[in-house]
């Protein structure tokens, strides 16, 4: 079994977490932010998060993802090969994993409309396909 190259493991959960952060504001912020407004509107979400430091903490928490997303793809690659085929997967499934259970759950029992939770869950299982993608392709045996 190969050594896992932790500098490069962390610069690409970095650069990948950083991509998929730009990529949640885009989905939250431009693609899905009127349904989010009316959701607000009728009192369905908060105004503002409970927790001032939620935005930070967001972003923290998709570097953490891809990290982990990262870690598996470098176990992966001894069984499956290294390359963007391995990453993919790792993405998908682990996107997946992420984003379905709550997203299904949210659209289940929650009285949002049901493209707030759609929106959710583009968000993150896109976000973690292309973080896994970044981060694998950053990746470099040590």
Not at 19 to 24: E, L, N, P, R, Y
Not at 64 to 71: A, D, E, H, N, P
């Amino acid at each position: 079994m190969k050594k896992i190259n932790q500098g490069r493991l962390l610069l690409g959960a970095v650069v990948g977490g950083v991509a998929w952060g730009v990529w949640s504001w885009v989905v939250n912020a431009v693609l899905f932010s009127s349904d989010l407004r009316q959701a607000q509107d009728a009192n369905l979400l908060l105004q503002s998060p409970r927790y001032p430091f939620f935005l930070p903490l967001w972003f923290l928490l998709l570097i953490l993802l891809t990290y982990v997303l990262t870690w598996f793809y470098t176990g992966m690659r001894e069984v499956f090969l290294p390359g963007p085929k391995t990453a993919l997967a790792v993405g998908i499934l682990g996107g997946f994993a992420i984003a379905f259970p709550l997203s299904f759950a949210v659209a289940a029992w929650v009285p949002l409309d049901r493209l707030v939770p759609l929106a959710w869950l583009v968000d993150l299982w896109v976000g973690a396909i292309l973080a896994a993608f970044l981060a694998a392709w950053l990746y470099r045996e040590g």
